[in-house]
């Protein structure tokens, strides 16, 4: 059989359904919408990821016989409280630890630098003098990109200001719009829709209530373990405290690589201001517990319907769609993945497909 054979059979087999068909229109489209003009239309999704995440609220306000316009208005009121106290308590927290690390990042270094004089003085035969100058140099080189970033990152602040406030005025607006006149959004790009999308209907059951279920699972998990690793720091006094409680429960975003690559500042920190102390073993032995109860308990009872996908596709989908859309990509990642496999496993086959609807058919005729 020649190339093109295959080819035409490989379409007649995938793609003479016209329903799949649109359907594939339709998703390219708005992956090219969301990669092209992402940047422009930022605010607006992010609107509709908050918008998405509080329906769940509204929703049951509503099945407890609240009015419509009423629960809105107090799930709207509690997220707007809830932005003004990590813009006017938290940010603010963060942003003074942050500038405390950086400038006792000097101390840290010298600090290592002396620990690596150390090793070298006992153990001469595994740690070399020159080794220690490599080291050296690769962690100053390290530090010197990090604060060109940090510089850079101030700098295109300042000319964001404006950015910002628009964030800040027009996503809590459209958000309560998004709320409020749920069904009427829906409706409206349902009509935009062809009228046969029973492909799409199915796929779309299939994936609401996991992918909802998921992403407000998600956010929960990381207020909860970034709260719990706020107090355990706080308790053993280790410094800077809120900005690794923040770094440790946006790790969870990241399956098997986030608690790994957190460790690492946790441990720096720790070592640094309490040394090779029992106070040091004590934090890194509350971090583990931290972080074996979060995968071991927390996620079976967030995640009450496990998402079936192998670690690989896991970190695929991590890599692939968090280059592509940084935070939110990195958010997503597994909903998407997930996505993709119901799209894959849904999707019609040729003849297969046409046999199945005709068995149907003929049963219900029966």
Not at 67 to 95: D, Q
Not at 202 to 219: L, P, S, T
Not at 228 to 241: E, K, N, Q, R
């Amino acid at each position: 059989m020649t190339m093109r054979a295959l080819f035409k059979s490989w379409i007649e087999r995938y793609f003479s359904d016209e329903e799949a068909v649109i359907l594939l229109i339709v998703l390219v489209l708005g992956f090219a919408v969301v990669i092209w003009l992402g940047r422009m239309l930022a605010p607006f999704l992010t609107a509709l990821v908050i918008a998405f995440l509080l329906q769940g609220a509204v929703n049951a306000l509503t099945r407890r016989r609240v009015p419509h316009l009423l629960a809105v208005s107090v799930v709207f009121l509690g997220f707007i409280g809830l932005l003004l106290a990590i813009a006017f308590i938290l940010l603010p927290l963060i942003w003074n630890q942050l500038v405390g690390l950086v400038q006792e990042t000097p101390r840290m270094f010298a600090a290592g630098q002396q620990l690596l004089d150390n090793l070298q003085e006992r153990y001469p035969q595994l740690v070399t003098p020159d080794q220690i100058q490599n080291w050296i140099g690769v962690a100053g080189r390290e530090m010197t990109q990090v604060g060109q970033r940090a510089l850079t990152l101030s700098l295109a602040s300042l000319g964001n200001v404006l950015s910002l406030i628009i964030y800040l005025v027009l996503v809590p607006i459209l958000v309560f719009f998004m709320l409020k006149d749920k069904d009427r959004l829906v409706g409206f790009t349902l009509s935009l829709l062809p009228q046969k999308r029973s492909l799409m209907t199915r796929i779309w059951n299939e994936m609401d209530d996991q992918i909802a279920n998921y992403v407000r699972g998600k956010f929960i998990e990381i207020i909860i373990v970034g709260t719990v690793a706020f107090m355990t720091f706080a308790y053993f006094g280790l410094p800077y405290s809120a900005l690794l409680a923040v770094l440790v429960g946006l790790s969870v975003l990241v399956p098997y690589i986030g608690a790994a690559v957190a460790t690492l500042p946790v441990a720096a920190v720790a070592g640094f201001h309490f040394g090779m102390s029992d106070q040091f073993v004590y934090v890194l032995i509350a971090y583990g517990i931290i972080q074996a109860l979060d995968g071991n308990v927390l996620v079976p009872i967030l995640f009450s319907e496990a998402v079936n996908l192998h670690p690989v596709s896991i970190i695929v989908a991590v890599l692939f769609f968090g280059g592509v859309w940084g935070f939110w990509g990195i958010f997503f990642a597994i909903p998407l993945a997930t996505l993709l496999k119901a799209l894959v496993v849904a999707w019609p086959r040729g003849l297969d497909s046409r046999e199945h609807h005709v068995a149907v058919e003929s049963l219900s005729e029966e």
